[in-house]
């Protein structure tokens, strides 16, 4: 089970929070000119990343407060939690598996 | 009376404590500190069990969590225990236990005649046989689960409780062996909050068994005990004795099971029998030991055959001697010390057959000294004797091991002593998704790269010397401590002890038997799941290659023991089938749990009433003494009707129907989830979310609104109603008041943080009673002086405050039953009296309570939808026929995919009406419907039923279904066929049953 340092209560057990997926996926605002495919793009097909992968997580049963995790997909290491709106850190993606 | 097999003296057992026990319905005598195993060998007992496939004999092969043979079933009844090792089983006083896997009784099993036809059981077996047809799998799987499977379930629910805890600590060091313990004392004496748990009772782990080993030149069990007082006087360490750390999961996340009662006679009321440790370590040092490995030889699985470590055990721990008359097998140095010590014990050591080709080493050596016969490059080839081990034939090997040279000779003995080296316990690591590397020196698979903070020390990191475990232990302690901020100042320099490990070694992983493989007698690989060297080679030969292909065709490496005495050698063999090194076959998944755990300590206490919170509303205790019957809405109870003495759910539902069209009906409707919605842009929020328009809302008004997923399918509706410019309260289904606000607060913080909304969740805070009927209004007139409630002045979708009953409340006229209604919200602290107040009153109206079948029946008279019954999330507005809430000038949630090319196709399914040709059929909820009845198994379904009622009003059976294309079919029949042959011929129509116009609602 996970531990995930809430940016706004701290670290908790992975069961206080539900999963966002892919995380920096913006609601297209020209909905209208879009391609069927293209808000198909949108709505349903998120990154498989093997490695690093931008998510989103919400902390449920705490503060209900949305934000980003930088995980890693391969050693589930949590490399960064920072605030949703805000732009990944730098992060250092050496693999350690 | 001692038993016949206890020595006099010696052993960490106290004999005068003397506990009697029943095994397979004799009594017997052991003493406080043996196990149920070490108990049974001290009176003889040796047949303790029969294997799991061929229901041959079996006896106790360890004396530790890697027992694979001796599995027992522990207590009676509702309190019981399958498959429960005897060798760790803790003896206490009444203590009742009993074989396992056999019938009518250990001694004689008829099923011992799989053993005679296991060339008709090969590896595979059940795959292969039991293929077609597939309907009489059933009945195969009844037979092979008595003639196969393991323990028996309880009888009953389980009378004992469990407990769950959290914690949290800096070091949990696993294994309170020589190594864990300088582990333990290096990081606790830092400072560091160190969690010390072992297995067993006692701490010392192999240290216990070692008569001569010593630790800084004072026997090792003193500085055991010294050990013991210096942590539990420090207050930064915790012991958990009893306790197995039975799993690694991510993050430092450790399971670990503690075993509170089982050890006690009178088991204290106050405390749970097991507890789950549910902790996440900042840095664990594994320092789990090592499991001794069998040979694989001919019929090395019959009672009385045991690790040579278990003899050193049983004598030196116990004080039991295992055999009068043994042999010793071994390839290696280290198993002398077996030889030496039933040597000592007054055991005949008949001889050390010994597969090395030169017999050398130090413990060799002594055992030369002492006149014992060693028998160089020789192997056993054969075992004799049936509930126990009589003689083996013993024979020299030819040059490169792989035969006997001829027949051998035959030496009578009662216990045979094995070892074929050791294997680090790396399940821990390896659940950690650690490294695992081979050690080419000690034929073994050691710990590589920890994947998380995490080291492995001592005999489990592959170094088998006590030396080498303190130093180890000592050093990945202080590490640890170091790791999250301690200094490691006052800590000690490591405990120095000798540092010898087993070897000199020989690996021959397939000992020669008498006959060629296969061909009589059965070299055993995995006992507990009777897989043999022959299985193995079978699935090779039939083209199996992957390990983990090998392990699930065979099923060896399985079962309770997962392999804790099998893997190696079964990989060892699989390589020497295909020529290649170990490390290329790879080696199979530990998986957890290292041993079985409790399932009890899952559930904890969440069991009956805790198990799911049961929410009631203000009301709940005034519907209990009406005689309401309830239904589960989610976690909350509803009235689901209201039975008068003599009334069955129909005649209830049917009476409660009508009065609220003919009078005036009362529902509790305080389960509906309540958003209250603030800040400057609520409208602006309101707007985006729901399909239709907000912004021009008025205050004091209500409207519907639906709410779509961004897939454009119908999430949820409910009516939101404007309590001032910046202030709305929404109203959700009872069951999806938690997903919506989920929802809601996904898009304001995610997609649209610039908005200024605040939600917060008023589900309970308030009390509904809605009432309805055309007596409503007078109803309400009479309880209120300060609303005007001419329609005039109230018009349908507004709402007022003011005082009812006294109480201040918001009342809303809305409706959900089509007729004249009101919402009467109070606090929540108000709900019981304002009902009251409302009954009281409504007597003169005939005021008759309903429950939520009414309100369903009520609903689909006159078509409304409920989210979840008449949708399933693949529905959309356009589905609903509900064009008319979709604004088409503005964005919300989910409106681009309604423009999806897909949602114009005309067979989509769309809600329509039904009318049963019969008007007392009622058609089944979830009914599937067709065009037309066809003979062949397989009919084009057109949709379902997706509401289903007897109509009171219509006086006639209504429906709802979604049928493809179903607007275009008005008027067609369709008929749905039944299970038991029959068919309902139905035809479709509107879905609006009753009062299409809408007059009694607006009236």
């Known amino acids: 089970m996970l531990e995930i340092n809430c940016p706004y209560c701290g670290p908790r057990f992975e069961t206080e929070f539900s999963y966002g997926g892919e995380a920096h996926i913006e609601r297209p605002k020209d909905s209208e000119n879009l391609s069927d495919e293209e808000w198909g793009e949108y709505v349903f097909m998120n990154s498989n990343t093997k490695g690093v992968f931008l998510e989103r997580w919400v902390h449920t049963s705490g503060c209900r407060r949305w934000f980003n995790v930088a995980r890693d997909t391969v050693s589930y290491k949590i490399l960064a939690v920072y605030e949703t709106g805000t732009e990944p850190p730098e992060l250092d993606l050496r693999k350690d598996v | ?1003």
């Open chain 2, 1 to 1003: 009376m001692p038993a016949r097999f206890r020595l006099t003296e010696g052993g960490r057992i106290d004999r005068s404590n003397p506990i009697s026990f029943t095994f397979n319905g004799k009594v017997y005598q052991g003493f406080e500190g043996d196990t149920l195993a070490s108990a049974l060998l001290a009176n003889g007992v040796h047949l303790v069990g029969r294997s799991f496939k061929y229901h041959r004999p079996r006896g106790i092969m360890s004396a530790g969590a890697e027992e694979a043979n001796a599995l027992i079933q522990v207590g009676e009844g509702a309190r019981t225990d399958p498959n429960l090792r005897a060798t760790q089983i803790e003896l206490v006083d009444g203590l009742t236990a009993s074989s396992q896997n056999c019938w009518p009784s250990v001694e004689f099993d008829v099923s011992i005649v799989n053993n005679l036809a296991s060339r008709l059981i090969p590896s595979g077996f059940y795959y292969k046989t039991f293929m077609w047809p597939a309907s009489l799998w059933m009945t195969y799987e009844k037979v092979i689960r008595n003639a196969a499977g393991l323990g028996k379930a309880p009888e009953g629910p389980d009378p004992d409780s469990y407990d769950r805890t959290f914690a949290h600590c800096d070091v949990l060091v696993v294994g309170a062996g020589p190594t864990g313990l300088a582990a333990a004392l290096s990081a606790g004496r830092s400072g560091a909050r160190v969690i010390l748990s072992e297995q067993e009772a006692t701490l010392g782990g192999s240290l216990q068994s070692e008569p001569n080993l010593e630790i800084e030149g004072k026997p090792a069990l003193e500085w055991v005990e010294a050990a013991r007082a210096e942590l539990e006087g420090l207050e930064n360490v915790r012991l958990l004795t009893r306790t197995q750390t039975y799993g690694y999961f991510d993050h430092n996340f450790i399971g670990l099971m503690e075993n509170l009662t089982d050890h006690l006679k009178e088991k204290p009321a106050n405390l749970p029998r097991h507890r789950l440790w549910k902790l996440r370590a900042k840095q664990v040092v594994i320092a789990t030991g090592s499991i001794e490995r069998p040979l694989v030889f001919s019929d090395n699985d019959r009672p009385g055959i045991m690790l040579a470590s278990a003899c050193r055990t049983y004598l030196n721990r116990y004080g039991v001697k295992p055999g009068s008359k043994a042999v010793l097998f071994t390839n290696n140095d280290g198993a002398y010390a077996a030889a030496l010590d039933m040597h000592k014990a007054g055991i005949h050591v008949a001889a050390i057959v010994d597969l090395r080709a030169n017999s050398e080493g130090p413990l060799t050596e002594a055992a030369r000294d002492a006149g014992l016969r060693i028998l160089t490059d020789h192997a056993i080839i054969a075992t004799a004797g049936d509930k126990r081990v009589k003689a083996v034939q013993v024979a020299p090997l030819s040059a490169d091991g792989e035969s006997a040279r001829g027949g051998g000779e035959k030496i009578d003995c009662d216990l045979v002593a094995v070892s074929g080296g050791w294997n680090p316990t790396v399940h821990l690591h390896s659940q950690s998704r650690g490294k695992i590397l081979f050690d080419d020196s000690h034929a073994c698979f050691v710990p590589g790269d920890s994947a998380q903070a995490s080291t492995v020390a001592g005999a489990c990191n592959g170094s088998f010397g006590l030396g080498g475990c303190l130093s180890e232990g000592h050093d990945a302690g202080l590490a640890a401590a170091k790791a999250v901020g301690f200094d490691g100042k006052g800590s000690a320099s490591a405990p120095s002890a000798e540092d010898r490990d087993f070897l000199p070694a020989r690996w021959l992983w397939l000992v020669p038997g008498d006959k060629p493989l296969g061909h009589g007698g059965k070299h055993f690989v995995d006992v507990q799941n009777d897989v043999t060297a022959a299985d193995l080679h079978l699935a090779l030969r039939e083209g199996y290659r992957s390990i983990e292909h090998v392990k699930r065709y065979t099923t060896t490496g399985m079962g309770t023991d997962q392999g804790k005495t099998s893997n190696v050698n079964a990989i060892a063999i699989v390589s020497q089938y295909f020529g290649c090194p170990i490390p290329d076959v790879g080696v199979t998944t530990f998986r957890p749990p290292y041993t079985p755990v409790t399932f009890g300590v899952f559930a904890g206490r969440d069991i009956g009433d805790l198990l799911d919170p049961a929410r009631k509303t203000p009301m709940h205790a005034l519907h209990e003494q009406a005689g309401a019957a309830f239904e589960d809405v989610g976690q909350w109870k509803r009235p689901w009707y209201f039975p008068h003495d003599g009334e069955d759910m129909h005649q209830a539902v049917n009476r409660e129907v009508r009065a609220c069209r003919d009078s005036v009906g009362v529902m509790d409707a305080s389960t509906l989830g309540k958003i209250d919605i603030q800040g400057k842009d609520a409208a602006e929020f309101l707007n985006r979310i729901y399909t239709n328009a907000w912004l021009k809302l008025k205050i004091s008004s209500c409207r519907y609104g639906l709410m779509l997923g961004e897939n454009g399918m119908v999430m949820d509706d409910g009516v939101t109603s404007r309590l001032g410019e910046n202030h709305f309260l929404m109203t959700t289904t009872s069951g999806n008041a938690a997903p919506v606000l989920a929802h809601l607060e996904e898009y304001l913080q995610t997609e649209w943080p610039e908005l200024e909304v605040y939600l917060t969740s008023v589900t309970e805070q308030f009390a509904t009673v809605s009432i309805a009927g055309p007596n409503a209004r007078k109803l309400l007139a009479e309880l209120t002086d300060d609303i005007d409630l001419s329609a005039e002045a109230f018009p349908f979708m507004t709402f007022r405050q003011g005082r009812v009953a006294g109480i201040p409340a918001r009342v809303f006229r809305i409706s959900f039953t089509g007729d004249l209604s009101y919402e009467i919200n109070v606090p929540a602290s108000y709900g019981a009296a304002l009902w009251q107040a409302i009954m009281n009153t409504g007597e003169k109206y005939a005021i008759t309570p309903y429950g939520t079948e009414a309100m369903h029946v009520l609903r689909a008279e006159k078509g409304f939808i409920i989210v979840g019954q008449d949708t399933d999330g693949s529905v959309t507005p356009i589905d609903l026929g509900m064009d008319w809430i979709v604004s088409k000038t503005k964005d919300f949630v989910g409106r681009r995919s309604l423009y999806r090319a897909d949602m114009d196709k005309p067979d989509r399914k769309q809600l329509v009406g039904l009318l049963t040709d019969a008007p007392d059929t009622v058609l089944p909820e979830g009914a599937q419907l067709v065009e037309k009845i066809e003979t062949g198994p397989t009919m084009a379904m057109l949709g379902h039923v997706t509401s289903s009622y007897h109509s009171p009003n219509c006086e006639r059976s209504i429906a709802m279904a979604l049928i493809k294309g179903g607007r275009a079919r008005m008027g067609q029949k369709l008929y749905s066929p039944q299970a038991d042959g029959k068919v309902i011929t139905c035809s479709v129509s509107d879905v609006v049953f009753y009062d299409k116009e809408g007059e009694r609602t607006r009236g």
